[in-house]
């Protein structure tokens, strides 16, 4: 186990619904991220959040809202998906945002929008 | 924008064998790091390399850097059926320190 926990593991969801994905890192890390990962394509990076402040937004889709109430969990509030948001979406948290830290993941929440 | 790009794209070796994948990347970094992820789980961390070194080992991996090629190679020795999963490398992009992916290479060991 790497310290990150994510839940559902697995959604399936109508481009209509309301749903929320959680994740939960137990290391005392300050940093957490979002990222998408879709078939043969490079790792997303949707959002960023340092020390429960949002620090970076990569131009996501407003049908994606992150929350950080803390430094230790995470939300990714989701509606009105398209199909192509269909997905693999992972958490991951380090100790810092700088790139010379390793990031640690959750297992991901497969998403499925039907 | 992508920066690490990983070749080959897919591999498939004997157990027993050596496995080498090569990433390159465009802009100069700080770090570079390589990760491996099991069938469609999280991603696990294998080594973070710093831009002033040159090679760093961790059991039976091996990784390499050469700045001056902006390129970067992870040797696995003696291979077994457990290392098969996608290996990606990431780097931090000089000015800014998100960290870009590349699309991973994907790597079956044959028993």
């Known amino acids: 186990e790497t310290g990150v926990t994510q839940t559902p593991r697995h959604l399936v969801m109508g481009m209509t619904n309301k749903k929320s994905l959680k994740c939960e890192q137990h290391?005392?890390?300050?940093?957490m991220y979002w990222y998408k990962q879709s078939a043969k394509k490079p790792l997303e990076l949707m959002f960023v959040?340092?020390?429960?402040?949002?620090?970076e937004n990569n131009s996501v889709p407003s049908r994606f809202s992150p929350e950080c109430p803390n430094s230790s969990h995470l939300f990714l509030h989701l509606h009105t998906l398209q199909p192509e948001d269909s997905a693999l979406y992972l958490c991951a948290s380090s100790q810092d945002r700088t790139g010379g830290y390793e990031q640690y993941f959750g297992p991901g929440t497969r998403l499925t929008v039907t | 924008s992508q920066q690490g790009e990983e070749d080959p794209q897919a591999l498939s070796i004997q157990e027993g064998e050596n496995a080498t994948m090569n990433c390159s990347y465009k802009t100069s970094i700080n770090n570079l790091q390589w990760y491996r992820q099991n069938s469609g789980r999280g991603l696990v961390h294998l080594i973070l390399?710093?831009?002033n070194e040159r090679e760093k080992h961790s059991g039976r991996l091996r990784v390499t850097l050469d700045t001056s090629k902006k390129s970067s190679s992870l040797l696995i020795t003696a291979s077994r059926a457990a290392d098969t999963a996608s290996y990606f490398c990431a780097t931090d992009e000089d000015s800014n320190y998100q960290l870009i992916w590349g699309a991973g290479t994907k790597l079956i060991i044959k028993p």
């Open positions: 959040y340092s020390l429960e402040e949002r620090v």
């Open positions: 290391l005392g890390h300050n940093a």
């Open positions: 390399i710093r831009s």
